[in-house]
């Protein structure tokens, strides 16, 4: 599946079947931290991604001075 | 994972609340923390219109989303900072978001006000851009409501948000920031705005998600300025203490409001005044943001 990371925005390659979770846990990325999305629709943790998916991982965190 | 609610498909999981809720149900969730906070606070009434303050990211624009949908009189105010294609693309978005949902959207530009952008200013100060422009924001607020007649300024600042300001101020222990740091500012001051945050509840996935789910076009890139600020590094800490214990950001934000805060708040006595340079409202004789205003003229002239 492929995998879309943004700040900075970057893809990669991630072969198997695995649960939202582990993809993280992998990745090294914290679950509250980004929102999964594929097809235009959010993922939970347990979901199960892997083959033709087109995952993006999106941060949530904004910093400095914020509204 | 099911929604806690109806039982079908999760769309997100809120383990600080130790449920799952799908798309509908999340929203409904959403709203409700909201009217909760604007409840719990007195943040504004129905009579009011509120200034939201937009920068084209998801917590401002979720708020602005909310008030309208919830029937609130509103409008925006975007504040141009002038950081490049960053900026350029966040005001599209507060635009786009203001023509589609038939609202008015005042637009400051803060290089107008301050004598330079941002990016200009931020070596002239010689300390982080977040700090000229933290100064900046809250002044220019204030300024456009009290020029245009808003009684009120809502801002986007959720629980992380919240959470990782009170770190920062217990880590230095800064007593004088503790007392202000509330979900709603009252006005102490004719010339002084009251300032509310209705998303104090609401964590930034939540926002994200909430964002999300409304279709809410909103600015994802993170301002440029923003890599390597403190306040990042403090979130980054308080999310390692989410993950091994939620609900940690919560319980920190809260029992502080609830059992602390208070205790600070009596201990302030601060005298405000006018600033003589522009008549805003400052503790010394020249305000802060007239002081910028003033060392950016002499270094860029």
């Keep these: ?67 | 994972m099911k929604c806690r609610k109806c039982g079908g498909a999760a769309a997100l999981e809120l383990r600080r609340h130790n449920a799952a809720f799908c798309s509908p149900h999340f929203i409904e969730f959403f709203r409700k923390q909201v009217a909760e906070a604007v409840q719990r606070y007195r943040m504004f009434s129905r009579e009011e219109t509120i200034l939201v303050a937009v920068s084209g990211g998801k917590d401002s624009l979720a708020l602005w989303d909310v008030l309208i949908e919830d029937g609130y009189q509103t409008a925006g105010l975007y504040l141009d900072l002038g950081i490049f294609d960053y900026s350029r693309e966040s005001k599209a978005k507060c635009e786009a978001f203001a023509a589609s949902r038939e609202q008015t959207l005042h637009v400051v530009r803060v290089a107008e006000a301050v004598g330079a952008a941002i990016p200009v200013v931020q070596p002239i100060t010689r300390r982080p851009a977040c700090s000229a422009c933290g100064l900046s924001k809250r002044y220019l607020m204030n300024r456009a409501a009290l020029e245009h007649g808003y009684t009120v300024v809502a801002t986007g600042h959720n629980l992380d948000d919240e959470a990782a300001t009170l770190f920062g101020s217990v880590m230095h222990w800064q007593t004088d920031a503790l007392p202000r740091q509330s979900p709603a500012l009252p006005s102490t001051h004719p010339k002084l705005v009251r300032r509310v945050k209705p998303l104090y509840r609401l964590s930034e996935l939540e926002t994200a998600a909430f964002a999300f789910l409304r279709g809410i076009d909103y600015i994802v890139e993170e301002c440029p300025f923003a890599q390597g600020a403190t306040s990042i590094a403090h979130k980054e800490v308080l999310n390692r203490l989410e993950e091994a214990s939620p609900g940690a950001k919560h319980n920190f934000l809260f029992g502080f409001l609830d059992r602390a805060q208070p205790a600070f708040e009596r201990m302030e006595g601060v005298e405000l005044r006018e600033c003589v340079s522009c008549g805003q409202v400052t503790t010394g004789s020249v305000c802060a943001f007239c002081k910028l205003a003033d060392l950016v003229k002499r270094r860029t002239s």
């Design chain 1, 1 to 67: 599946m492929k995998v879309i990371l943004r700040n900075p925005r970057r893809e990669v390659q991630v072969d198997g079947k695995r649960r939202v979770k582990d993809l993280l846990v992998e990745l090294d990325i914290l679950p509250s931290t980004v929102l999964v999305i594929r097809d235009n629709e959010l993922l939970t943790s347990d979901a199960v991604v892997g083959g033709d998916d087109v995952l993006e991982v999106r941060p949530v965190m904004s910093g400095g001075s914020a509204p």
